[in-house]
């Protein structure tokens, strides 16, 4: 299967500047090597940074490409089980504009549940090492995503999420929180658009980012 967001934005919109970043094409490529087994491959080709400073009005932009994202999905229940362990290392291909600059490295755990009436709920708890706002070395990093998925039609699916990631970064630590709403329309058995909003919660958090994208199963 290959997913690919098209289009990315995201606004924070801080009390002393503006940042619009724009991401396109960021690609994960998954392959299953058996059937409880996945690997992963995810790496961005452009992004776009813009940074309006609002006491001088002065404007930057960078832009480059991204890292990449190596990752294992395992199973532990299964073919198509409930839960599942997924290890994964980012490596610092990117540029400074795009780049975390080192590499970091984490594992998420992905858990599902059918509620019935095809309602599902999933949870995704994960920690990392993040590479640090310096560029150089690592900390803690931990969160959870929750949502709800429910079919609207035969071809469209809704979903719902809350999550919550805490940064322990040298240099500050902070607390984001988002909710986010997705649509994915089926096209036929192998293909799906995406689009969805993800909203900051609190002042730690970018304000909004709306994507579109498309994924296509081989």
Do not use: C
């Not at 940042?19 to 960021?26: F, K, V, Y």
């Not at 992004?47 to 009005?57: A, E, F, I, L, Y």
């Not at 009436?117 to 150089?136: C, F, K, M, N, R």
């Amino acid at each position: 299967m290959v997913e690919t967001g098209l289009i990315d934005w995201t606004l924070d919109n801080a009390p002393d500047a503006r940042t619009d970043t724009t991401i396109l094409g960021d690609t994960t490529i998954r392959i299953g090597l058996g059937s409880t087994t996945e690997a992963q491959v995810g790496w961005t080709p452009y992004g776009h940074v813009r940074v309006r400073d609002k006491t001088t009005g002065l404007v930057s932009r960078s832009s480059g490409i991204g890292d990449v994202t190596l990752a294992v999905r395992q199973g532990l229940a299964g073919p198509n089980g409930l839960i599942a362990v997924q290890p994964y290392v980012t490596l610092p291909t990117g540029s400074s504009a795009t780049g975390a600059g080192d590499w970091s490295a984490g594992i998420i755990v992905p858990v599902g549940f059918d509620l019935g009436h095809d309602i599902q709920l999933s949870l995704s708890p994960q920690i990392e090492a993040t590479v640090d706002a310096s560029g150089s070395g690592r900390h803690l990093s931990y969160g959870s995503v929750a949502g709800l998925s429910a079919p609207l039609t035969k071809t469209l699916t809704g979903t719902v999420e809350v999550q919550a990631i805490r940064d322990e970064d040298p240099s500050g630590k902070t607390t984001q929180l988002f909710q986010s709403a997705s649509l994915a329309w089926m096209l036929g058995k192998n293909t799906q658009f995406d689009v969805g909003e993800v909203a900051g919660l609190n002042s730690d958090s970018p304000d909004i980012e709306l994507y579109f994208g498309i994924a296509r199963r081989f």
